[in-house]
């Protein structure tokens, strides 16, 4: 038996966690902080957390009604359709839906780089295939990143699906919603425009949920990951045109969100102080990092701040062996580059010390 040829296929490599670096150091996991995925410092909503034990006894039947729950509760939250709502085994599960629901054999995507990597692996899981456009713009010393309608458009050669981060991953920057719909408008008629605000409570700009009425080309990706703190429970769900009508129900896996997972959704969704707080914290943190940190940062809207420090790669052993886990932006195509998580005030402040005396030594 033959695989089909999965050699353009990619893994995702996440950032490592506490545990595994802890073993391979032969240290204390107690000795670290983790900053280099982007998750909730602050943990879960307690209400969140309390919902998922309550979960447990009812895991013997499928999630029926709580995923309608679910459903409505964000339809309502975002004043759209039931039908608009897509719920996915997170924010990744709900870009395959968008794959599944759009592309035919061979059709291409454009995508970011750098970038995150799963659009460009959902989209050859879906038999697509995959083009860049580049964010990196202009000649300032040592990236320039401009995310407008033009650095889209530029590469854009007929793509069936064009995917927007905003805020980006890793950069932090964002794109306008005049540049959004630019994007949509210049675009071909069949090409959709996916919008992906897994960062889009940490920015006060304005979610491009508000164009989904009146055009039928684009879709928002938002998620439980980041802000909500529930990344372990995998809970993510794209908003989608109404036109689309009742296509989720035809290319969604039964039951794409567990029992688990709608519970602690619904529950989340009522703790708006547990994301106000979590806000509060990221804005404290962001600053202070930008402030603080002895390199040059870019200006961020989401959870993290993005450094130049000129060898990642090294910078990222020398924190790590301190104790502290950044990501080195290599993978992405930035080996100058650490992208630091906000973490609490503490966390923050041990990052910032700690990397500015490895950036001191070298
Ligand atoms: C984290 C993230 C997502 C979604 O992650 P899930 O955990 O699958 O919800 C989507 N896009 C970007 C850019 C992200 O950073």
Same mark, same amino acid.
């Given at each position: 038996?033959? @695989?089909?040829? /999965?050699?353009?296929?990619?893994?995702?490599?996440?950032?490592?966690?506490?545990?595994?670096?802890?073993?391979?150091?032969?240290?204390?996991?107690?000795?670290?902080? #983790?900053?280099?995925?982007?998750?909730?410092?602050?943990?879960?909503?307690? #209400?969140?957390?309390?919902?998922?034990?309550?979960?447990? +006894?009812?895991?013997?039947?499928?999630? #029926?009604?709580?995923?309608?729950?679910?459903?409505?509760?964000?339809?309502?939250?975002?004043?759209?359709?039931?039908? &608009?709502?897509?719920?996915?085994?997170?924010?990744?599960?709900?870009?395959?839906?968008?794959?599944? %629901?759009?592309?035919?054999?061979?059709?291409?995507?454009?995508?970011?780089?750098?970038?995150?990597?799963?659009?460009?692996?959902?989209?050859?899981?879906?038999?697509?295939?995959?083009?860049?456009?580049?964010?990196?713009?202009?000649?300032?010393?040592?990236?320039?990143?401009?995310?407008? %309608?033009?650095?889209?458009?530029?590469?854009?050669?007929?793509?069936?699906?064009?995917?927007?981060?905003?805020?980006?991953?890793?950069?932090?920057?964002?794109?306008?919603?005049?540049?959004?719909?630019?994007?949509?408008?210049?675009?071909?008629?069949?090409?959709?425009?996916?919008?992906?605000?897994?960062?889009?409570?940490?920015?006060?700009?304005?979610?491009?949920?508000? @164009?989904?009425?009146?055009?039928?080309?684009?879709?928002?990706?938002?998620?439980?990951? #980041?802000?909500?703190?529930?990344?372990?429970?995998?809970?993510?769900?794209?908003?989608?045109?109404?036109?689309?009508?009742?296509?989720? +129900?035809?290319?969604?896996?039964?039951?794409?969100?567990?029992?688990?997972?709608?519970?602690?959704?619904? +529950?989340?969704?009522?703790?708006?102080?547990?994301?106000? &707080?979590?806000?509060?914290?990221?804005?404290?943190?962001?600053?202070?990092?930008?402030?603080?940190?002895?390199?040059?940062?870019?200006?961020?809207?989401?959870?993290?701040? @993005?450094?130049?420090?000129?060898?990642?790669?090294?910078?990222?052993?020398?924190?790590?062996?301190?104790?502290?886990?950044?990501?080195?932006?290599?993978?992405?195509?930035?080996?100058?580059?650490?992208?630091?998580?906000?973490?609490?005030?503490?966390?923050?402040?041990?990052?910032?010390?700690? /990397?500015?005396?490895?950036? +001191?030594?070298?």
């Amino acid at each position: 038996m033959q @695989l089909r040829d /999965l050699s353009d296929h990619v893994e995702y490599r996440a950032g490592r966690g506490i545990e595994e670096v802890a073993r391979e150091l032969g240290r204390d996991p107690s000795e670290f902080v #983790k900053l280099s995925s982007n998750e909730n410092p602050h943990g879960p909503s307690p #209400k969140a957390e309390a919902a998922i034990r309550d979960a447990a +006894a009812e895991v013997h039947r499928y999630p #029926k009604a709580v995923h309608a729950d679910l459903t409505d509760a964000l339809a309502e939250r975002w004043d759209v359709g039931a039908e &608009q709502v897509w719920l996915g085994n997170g924010g990744d599960g709900a870009l395959d839906y968008l794959a599944r %629901a759009t592309l035919d054999p061979g059709d291409r995507v454009l995508v970011p780089t750098p970038g995150f990597t799963y659009y460009g692996m959902s989209a050859r899981f879906h038999h697509g295939n995959v083009a860049e456009y580049d964010v990196r713009r202009g000649e300032a010393a040592p990236e320039a990143f401009a995310l407008t %309608a033009d650095t889209v458009l530029d590469a854009y050669d007929g793509e069936r699906v064009v995917y927007l981060t905003s805020p980006h991953n890793p950069t932090g920057d964002r794109f306008s919603l005049d540049a959004v719909e630019t994007v949509a408008d210049e675009t071909g008629e069949d090409a959709l425009v996916v919008v992906d605000e897994a960062y889009g409570e940490f920015t006060d700009a304005p979610s491009a949920v508000s @164009l989904l009425g009146d055009r039928d080309d684009v879709a928002v990706l938002r998620t439980f990951s #980041k802000a909500y703190g529930l990344a372990g429970v995998r809970l993510g769900y794209a908003l989608t045109p109404p036109a689309w009508g009742d296509a989720y +129900a035809r290319v969604q896996t039964p039951f794409a969100a567990s029992a688990v997972a709608c519970r602690a959704g619904l +529950a989340a969704l009522d703790d708006d102080d547990h994301v106000e &707080q979590t806000v509060d914290s990221v804005t404290w943190s962001r600053r202070h990092l930008a402030e603080e940190l002895d390199a040059r940062t870019y200006e961020s809207h989401a959870n993290f701040v @993005l450094a130049h420090v000129g060898d990642a790669t090294a910078v990222t052993e020398a924190a790590k062996r301190a104790g502290v886990l950044v990501r080195d932006c290599t993978s992405f195509g930035l080996p100058e580059h650490v992208r630091v998580t906000c973490g609490t005030r503490e966390e923050t402040e041990r990052a910032v010390d700690v /990397l500015n005396e490895v950036l +001191a030594d070298r």
